[in-house]
């Protein structure tokens, strides 16, 4: 081989391997760390070593350590839920995987050995590269690229999606807590109440009918602690779930209640632009719609020809000549293998590369349009149980808290009997479990209303196209 050719190949080795793709110091987790930072202001760590594991759990630890708020909850989620450190090792599969798109192929080499009636060993191999491989290196390893890219958004909605999920079930484990305290404050009154009764009806003061009526509203309550407890149990677990947690980790304490409504509700003065704005589905969707329509561009192009090999070979021959010595002549040659567009055009190749697509862009314009209703619908459910919250608050249980101590005081004259008592109770116990759900159901529509605004109600699967902006905004020249 001459000098020039010699300079030709490794200047051809040099370019090829200057494009190729390098793995990042962090798996790609710089776009999720700085979407989690930027929406909810946590730290979303990928844990890759022992060290990382160590400083993850001490933090956990640190943090369980006192009682456990809403932003604590969901820090140690993003720390401790395997199922979310199994997305980030599915991001660095993604990664590998562009990383090997963008190799160029290897070569393939064989060797022979070829002996003769008269004794002679031929000795001879081929050198064979993809030249169509080669050629479409550059477009394939730029859709690799744009994959990658989608998965890092696609991780950084699932991250974003956790923390919603930790938000909602810190609130219904912390509501579900505050609701059997109650139950078991109003349930030691009716047994007091029941024991008083039961000593006035040993006296004679107390007729057996309202005996019977307190006993039942005392059974009555117990139930309803019995089923307060049970549903603490199940919200409890449900959030242990999603933080991780097992063993001695479970001794952590909640608070009390839920925090006060707020003095004014927030205003969002365009919750849909807020939500095309923000939303990681649709920032993931229209990474997809970019990314086939490279693909549709590929598959125009490589259409006819969808097959290219070259290959080099070396003969070393064997021969006897006219004295009957044994010769050798060496042989090169230069083979090219390509497939005939005989029957397959690559027709269907291209019409189905269109079709999905076109796919794409319809179902981007549907995620749209399903998009903005779920930011309305969820900013106006999120005022409108703010409201009721706080009529509950400032009207309906002072109300109530002002026709028991009436009753109460009808009562001690004589006024009314049992029965209009313990009606009041009921009624008065009632109000203020109905106010503890409205005050849970206004928590649980703030973190809806996040999840409107910065990834949705699902993460759209990788490869299926839901949605993305109106299709007016997407390049449909191909």
Request: neutral net charge.
């Amino acid at each position: 081989m001459n000098r020039p050719s010699k300079v030709v190949i490794v200047t051809l080795l040099g370019l090829l391997a200057s494009g190729c793709a390098k793995f990042s110091d962090d798996g790609g987790m710089a776009l999720v760390t700085d979407s989690v930072r930027s929406e909810i202001a946590k730290d979303a760590v990928k844990i890759s070593s022992p060290e990382d594991a160590r400083r993850a759990r001490e933090r956990v630890q640190a943090l369980l350590s006192e009682p456990l708020s809403e932003d604590t909850a969901v820090q140690i989620a993003l720390l401790n839920n395997r199922g979310l450190q199994a997305a980030y090792n599915d991001l660095g599969v993604s990664e590998a995987e562009y990383v090997q798109t963008s190799l160029p192929p290897n070569p393939a080499i064989t060797i022979g050995r070829t002996f003769t009636p008269v004794g002679f060993a031929e000795f001879g191999f081929q050198l064979v590269g993809n030249l169509l491989a080669v050629a479409t290196l550059p477009r394939r390893t730029e859709i690799a690229k744009r994959e990658f890219e989608e998965a890092r958004y696609r991780t950084a909605a699932t991250t974003l999606s956790l923390t919603v999920d930790v938000r909602r079930a810190y609130v219904r484990a912390v509501a579900a807590r505050r609701r059997l305290a109650y139950l078991e404050q109003s349930r030691q009154t009716a047994d007091a109440s029941a024991r008083l009764m039961k000593q006035l009806g040993e006296t004679g003061a107390a007729n057996k009918l309202d005996q019977a009526r307190v006993s039942a509203f005392y059974a009555e309550l117990s139930t309803q602690v019995a089923q307060a407890r049970m549903s603490v149990d199940r919200e409890r677990e449900a959030l242990n779930r999603l933080l991780g947690l097992w063993s001695s980790d479970l001794d952590y304490k909640l608070p009390a209640r839920l925090p006060v409504l707020a003095a004014t509700p927030d205003a969002l003065s365009d919750v849909e632009v807020e939500a095309m704005r923000r939303r990681v589905d649709l920032i993931i969707l229209r990474y997809e719609i970019t990314t086939l329509a490279k693909s549709v561009g590929f598959v125009g192009a490589t259409r006819f020809l969808s097959f290219l090999e070259l290959g080099g070979s070396y003969l070393n021959e064997g021969e006897l000549n006219d004295a009957g010595e044994q010769t050798f002549k060496n042989r090169f040659g230069l083979e090219l293998g390509i497939v005939i567009p005989i029957f397959d055009r690559g027709e269907a190749r291209l019409v189905a590369a269109r079709e999905i697509y076109m796919r794409a862009v319809n179902r981007l314009a549907e995620r749209s349009v399903n998009a903005r209703s779920e930011a309305r619908l969820a900013y106006a459910t999120y005022r409108a149980t703010y409201d009721i919250a706080r009529y509950y608050q400032i009207r309906i249980v002072p109300l109530r808290r002002q026709i028991s101590a009436e009753v109460l005081l009808r009562y001690n004259g004589m006024l009314v009997d049992v029965f209009e008592l313990l009606l009041d109770q009921r009624e008065h116990i009632a109000a203020n479990l109905a106010a503890l759900d409205a005050l849970r159901d206004h928590h649980l529509a703030v973190a809806d209303l996040q999840a409107a605004l910065i990834v949705g109600g699902t993460v759209p699967p990788s490869g299926v196209i839901n949605t993305t902006p109106p299709p007016e905004t997407i390049p449909l020249g191909i």
